[in-house]
């Protein structure tokens, strides 16, 4: 058994595909077969079922997963600490953001990165909540912002921040600053035309959570599943939106628009993610606190 063998199980088994593991090791998939079937036969056990829909594996494949977690994790931890001794923590950190926040984070955290972590390099992901939990559990990321992040087994949940959720229209011409309009009930944000994401988005989840509390129910205009966009249409008047102070900041025409608090306030909860079958590194771990300095030096922190 070498590591590069057992690297390539792990990754199979967690990602359920041959096709999708030699994507994400940039190697040729007969390679990645060849290499799994020497290491079943010198382990003489048949480690993954192969079937059309992909490989999952056997009872002996599930105890290996975890012993092969845990063994290129302290091979990880070796390779830190052995850069620790020439003064600078090493390794590659994969972070997945929500777009809304991406777009005032990404700058600020690779910058931090860089001063703190200069040996170690960093990937960026933007991805919906749910789709990120899974990168977590498959393994493509080591750290996610989730909104509204729901606990489940593989996954363990830290929270940040609660963020205010503000509905976005268009700005009248000539409007004054001030004074900023009063808060709308949420009762009657609920009968306005709204630019939302489809579902399973956390933010229109908790949308429709808050207002079906109240007994209403959001009228949908227009289903986008991207920031930007939403706010392009919002500004055509095509409706209005519902979405973070930083989202309409970090956007290309903020003063188009008019942000307008709601009663009771909306407010959704950014949680730090992890997941719960890979211990965390030291960059991990490192690259979690630069996660709350930048939100930090936003002005965001909790």
Request: charged content about 20%.
């Amino acid at each position: 058994m070498d590591l590069k063998q057992l690297e390539y199980f792990v990754r199979v088994a967690e990602l359920g595909s041959f096709t999708r593991a030699a994507v994400a090791l940039n190697v040729a998939q007969p390679a990645l077969s060849r290499q799994i079937r020497l290491l079943e036969v010198e382990l003489r056990q048949n480690l993954l079922l192969r079937n059309g829909r992909g490989a999952t594996p056997t009872d002996a494949g599930k105890l290996l997963l975890a012993h092969g977690r845990g063994i290129l994790h302290q091979v990880e931890r070796a390779k830190e600490e052995l850069g620790r001794v020439r003064g600078a923590l090493a390794g590659h950190v994969a972070i997945g953001l929500p777009p809304s926040l991406a777009r005032v984070l990404t700058v600020p955290l690779t910058r931090l990165f860089r001063e703190q972590l200069p040996e170690a390099s960093l990937s960026i992901t933007e991805g919906l909540s749910a789709t990120m939990q899974e990168w977590l559990i498959t393994g493509r990321l080591d750290l996610a912002v989730l909104y509204n992040a729901q606990p489940v087994p593989e996954i363990e949940i830290a929270p940040l921040l609660d963020e205010e959720i503000w509905l976005v229209q268009p700005r009248p011409p000539g409007l004054a600053e001030d004074p900023p309009p009063p808060p709308l009930p949420l009762a009657e944000v609920a009968r306005l035309p709204l630019v939302i994401p489809s579902r399973p988005n956390a933010l229109r989840m908790h949308v429709e959570t808050e207002m079906a509390a109240i007994g209403c129910r959001p009228q949908v205009s227009l289903e986008i599943d991207g920031v930007s966009a939403i706010l392009d249409l919002v500004a055509e008047g095509m409706g209005a939106a519902l979405l973070s102070a930083n989202a309409v900041a970090s956007s290309i025409r903020p003063s188009a628009y008019r942000l307008r608090r709601i009663d009771p306030p909306l407010r959704t909860r950014l949680s730090l993610a992890t997941s719960s079958q890979r211990p965390a590194t030291l960059t991990q771990e490192a690259a979690q606190r630069l996660i709350h300095e930048a939100l930090a030096r936003l002005g965001q922190a909790a």
